[in-house]
Every structure is written in structure tokens, then in C-alpha cells.
């Protein structure tokens, strides 16, 4: 079964975002709460779903904190 994990992938996606108080560590940018979406697939076709929230930051991109 080595190949298997060659064969699932993970895709994270934002669904919608919106500022938030706060800055990020590393750059010092804006914060902003994001709905996530994880999407695993296997053989490219999807069969499982999950929505999760994040903060993240909009300047760097880097994820501060994340609420599932
Ligand atoms: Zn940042």
C-alpha cells in the first residue's frame, strides 16, 4: 500500500473572509477570520469535506489561530 498516499491529497480552501481586531506576530499586518474548507480527495475526486474557521493573516497569509 505505499502508493495509497500518493493517491489522496488535501486541498484547503477560504470560503469567505472578513477583518478582524487583531495583527499578525509576523509581519504585524491585519487580521482576518476566515471560513476554511478542507477538501480530501482521492484519485481527484473529492470524498470528504471539512469547515473549519481560521485567523488568518491578509498581509502574509500566515494562519494565527484555528477553531475546528
Ligand atoms: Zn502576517
Known sequence: MVC???LVDQTKKVKRSKPVA???SRCGGGASVADMI???RFCYVP?????WKAIMCTFCGAMLKSYT
Open 4 to 6: 495509497f498516499c500518493f
Open 22 to 24: 487583531g495583527s499578525c
Open 38 to 40: 478542507t477538501q480530501t
Open 47 to 51: 470524498f470528504y469535506c471539512k469547515s
